[in-house]
């Protein structure tokens, strides 16, 4: 298979896949090495798309029409409730960040978009390997939130204030 046909598959499974796709897979599926699948996605940023690497593999991000940033905090247990409460209501979790009085804005891409995302991410927090950004400001962190409308946003707004996860900016 030549190379740009198999680069325009690539794009094909990230985009039809609702999960992270793992480059030894991809690599499998072509018959190629792992390094050659790392090369075609480097070709496809350069080319305008916008591929992310994450821990579970690659992710194809599509722009969704809306986004908000929301300023949140609950305790460490309240972590996978928070996240459903924006996935359930038809959002995306882009990324988690912390303003810090000494190290300033910290951030983290997360690219969460299902429950099992967020389950994921707890479970590796609560193995003790890392804790999570809030640790390091009494709870409170920002989510850029993203999804197909405002209407999507407002309810997702409505949704924390309810819970008493939303900090009024």
Do not use: W
Not at 45 to 59: E, I, K, L, P, S
Not at 82 to 103: K, L, P, Q, T, W
Not at 104 to 127: N, P, Q, T
């Amino acid at each position: 298979m030549k190379a740009e046909k198999r680069r325009g598959e690539i794009l094909s499974l990230l985009g039809n896949s609702e999960n992270p796709v793992p480059a030894g897979v991809l690599a499998e599926r072509f018959n190629v090495s792992r390094q050659v699948i790392v090369q075609d996605v480097a070709i496809l940023r350069a080319n305008g798309y916008d591929v992310t690497a994450t821990n579970r593999g690659y992710v194809l991000n599509v722009k969704l029409q809306a986004s908000r940033v929301f300023k949140c905090r609950h305790s460490f247990e309240e972590l996978v409730d928070e996240g459903a409460c924006i996935i359930e209501a038809g959002g995306r979790i882009e990324d988690v960040f912390v303003n810090h009085r000494v190290y300033g804005r910290i951030s983290a891409r997360l690219g969460l978009y299902s429950r099992m995302h967020v389950e994921e991410l707890y479970r590796s927090l609560v193995s003790g390997a890392s804790k999570p950004l809030m640790s390091v400001t009494d709870g409170y962190h920002y989510h850029t939130v993203a999804a197909d409308d405002e209407a999507v946003l407002d309810e997702i707004e409505k949704i924390l204030r309810a819970k008493g996860y939303l900090i009024e900016i």
